[in-house]
């Protein structure tokens, strides 16, 4: 078959693989879906997929068509050729597959039959002595594993969408083969046939499988595990995929209903938005209307981007520590074997509070359970070179540890700077705390639900967030109320050194002081409600005077004698974009902060990269290049006698500082 055959389409979590003509006149679609269901955590957490096919004839001829599906052994490469390693594949039939712990099927269909692969893999490392109780993924005990996959097809799903089409499938009309070779990559292959007779606009839609995979112990490589949340509602035996499959093609329908449910509930949102920003017009702001290919380049963002949510070296255990959902982890990228990356959840989390709030509640309080650990272990820091322990007592850590080591009971895998003396891992601890209890208070309110479970869980809280902006307080080296950086890159810019008053920690700090009077005063604690409306106040006049320019308008980098001292950099409004997602204060004046987003969007996007202003075309008749970055920082260049920007040059400061950063891109536009 020829590639081009095939297109791909996605919005997440549907798939489509098109095939226009793979063979003589007939077309084939293969949609795949994964519950990932908003608000559904019993099902979202199931560890399958499901296949769905559409074969359409086009010829005047009967068509005999076969489907083949394979599946890769589930074990990686090396463990494969272990000699230990063992594949046993069997039939399986599954008559009733709803689990007792779930609700019941809506609707009893045909019994589902398919072939199940049980992979054996006995590892040779040792144990290690003591270990910490928790959690991870990769094997390095002692001991039996029987993980198992499956893939299922249901044998008289196979329907029609239009009456005139005529297809026949014999129940036993399919050819597996299987491979148990240690090593062989794949196992198992089954071949469905049947035939299809042409039927104006006929299609014939099959049901072709569901795919699930039965790993029930998230093993980290301390060599301790915990079970998957998916084992509270199918046993932790290790058996089960055949059941979780065949429960997939049971629910598909109602999960395909639910999710295109929340999806135009999404883009409707979506639509309102944008039709209100094209409405407003606001000093310092030149709205430019969005071409419909960029609309529709949005809306899919909205969705596809969502898939490191499941794709994120994910791990959602069942663990007693957690709440009554579980504990999640995900990792701060396939290349920073990290999880729950702190300083960048800060904007990824708005997926989880609007998705499933309850795990990112549970996401917080474990959190706040790492401020108050402490491990001395003495380690050299790669970006400075000094030594520091590593984590300090009442911090917030940076990370809640590594998939080689063991998460939650060893945070802080990081050891490129001393997060110890990061100034904004503290601040954005309490706004994200905040922040999720605004935006569940609006969404209490709006279901006629007591927001008092909320009140609860800031109390649960409060300690914790009050030593925690103590600790920041420290950073005050001069009693202005307002945080200093310290001359090395202590924040999340981490080779972008700062010092003294720092746009991007300093305004934190603001929204971190007004966070905590919100606070304070809910839990009706004046004297710290009191303290921290002082700080705010302090904190902002001092943030205005030492960085603000007058004639450009927006807020210089830092207020040092540094080179860089005056770049423009994209996230200067970080404290600013959660004050707006918190109902919080303004972090400076309306005015500034539209001044401020001129400034970054003229120099840093539409100039980055010589975009269409630089050419000499208005905002309307945008080139291409005019939408590249936000670059992280520009370096101003100023005309002599009015000190006006005249152009701009990227801050070759360091990597991060000529870098564009996706989350700061959206973050400085919502």
């Known amino acids: 078959m020829k590639p081009s055959c095939a297109t791909y389409y996605a919005r997440f979590p549907f798939a489509w693989t098109v095939y226009e003509d793979p063979v003589a006149h007939v077309k084939v679609v293969v949609k ?130 239009s009456p005139q089409s005529k ?39 099959l049901l072709f499988c569901a795919d699930a995979w039965d790993y029930p112990i998230a093993r980290f490589g301390s060599g301790f595990g915990l079970p998957r949340y998916f084992t509270r509602f199918f046993a932790s035996d290790g058996a089960q995929a055949a059941a979780i499959a065949a429960y997939a093609l049971q629910h598909v329908d109602r999960w395909t209903d639910a999710i295109v449910q929340w999806q135009a509930e999404t883009l409707a949102q979506l639509d309102k938005t944008m039709a209100k920003l094209q409405g407003q017009q606001q000093p310092g702001r030149h709205l430019v209307p969005l071409t419909s290919e960029e609309v529709a380049f949005y809306q899919s963002q909205v969705f596809n981007e969502l898939y490191f949510l499941v794709d994120g070296g994910s791990v959602w255990t069942d663990s007693s520590a957690g709440t009554h959902v579980g504990q999640f982890l995900y990792l701060e990228g396939h290349e920073y074997l990290m999880y729950n990356t702190y300083d960048v959840h800060f904007y990824a989390s708005f997926a989880l509070i609007m998705l499933w709030p309850e795990l990112e509640l549970s996401l917080q309080r474990d959190i706040a359970d790492s401020v108050l650990k402490e491990d001395p272990t003495e380690r050299t820091m790669m970006g400075e070179g000094c030594t520091r322990p590593r984590k300090v007592k009442n911090v917030v850590p940076h990370d809640v540890g590594s998939p080689s080591e063991t998460p939650w009971v060893l945070p802080n895998v990081y050891n490129f700077q001393d997060v110890s003396n990061w100034k904004d891992l503290g601040t954005k601890f309490v706004l994200q705390v905040y922040r999720d209890v605004h935006y569940l208070q609006e969404r209490y309110s709006k279901a006629g639900a007591s927001p008092a479970v909320l009140t609860e869980y800031l109390r649960s809280l409060y300690r914790v967030l009050c030593i925690v902006m103590r600790h920041e307080e420290s950073f005050d080296t001069n009693g202005d ?86 770049s423009i950099m994209s996230d200067m409004l970080a404290g600013q974009w959660y004050a707006r997602a918190c109902g919080l204060p303004n972090m400076v004046s309306t005015e500034k902060i539209h001044h401020a987003l001129a400034v970054i969007f003229r120099w840093n996007v539409q100039e980055f990269g010589h975009g269409a202003v630089s050419k000499g075309h208005h905002n309307s008749d945008r080139g291409e290049s005019a939408w590249r970055g936000a670059v992280n920082g520009t370096r101003p260049v100023r005309d002599v006698s009015s000190r006006q920007i005249v152009r701009m040059t990227v801050d070759q400061t360091c990597l991060q500082s000529r870098e564009v950063w996706t989350g700061t891109t959206r973050s400085e536009w919502d």
Not at 94 to 107: G, I, K, N, R, Y
């Open 32 to 161: 795949q879906t994964s519950p990932f269901i908003p608000g559904n955590y019993s099902e979202s957490c199931l560890p399958t997929s499901v296949f769905d096919i559409d074969v359409q004839n086009r010829s005047r001829d009967t068509v005999e068509v076969s489907l083949m599906f394979v599946f890769q052994n589930g074990m990686n490469e090396e463990n494969s050729k272990r000699e230990l390693s063992r594949f046993e594949h069997e039939v399986f039939e599954v008559v009733d597959p709803s689990p007792s712990s779930l609700a019941a099927a809506e609707h009893q269909g045909p019994s589902i039959k398919g072939i199940q692969m049980r992979h054996t893999c006995r590892f040779q490392s040792g144990k290690p002595q003591n270990p910490p109780p928790s959690s991870t993924s990769r094997g390095a005990c002692d001991g039996d594993g029987t993980p198992t996959s499956s893939m299922c097809w249901a044998s008289s799903d196979a329907k029609d969408t």
């Open 167 to 205: 297809t026949s499938l014999d129940h036993n009309s399919f050819a597996i083969a299987c491979s148990s070779e240690p090593g062989d990559p794949v196992t198992v292959t089954m071949c469905p046939k049947f035939q299809t007779r042409h039927s104006q606009g006929a299609r014939r839609g």
């Open 481 to 566: 109320g307002m945080i200093d950086n310290s001359g090395f890159p202590d924040q999340t810019y981490d080779i972008w050194t700062a010092k003294g008053v720092h746009a991007y920690c300093g305004g934190l700090w603001i929204t971190a002081c007004e966070a905590m009077v919100a606070i304070a005063t809910r839990l009706e604690d004046t004297p710290t409600a009191l303290h921290y409306r002082s700080l705010a106040d302090r904190a902002r006049t001092v943030y205005i005077d030492q960085l603000w320019n007058p004639i450009n308008h927006y807020f210089h980098y830092d207020n040092s004698t540094s080179a860089h001292h005056d």
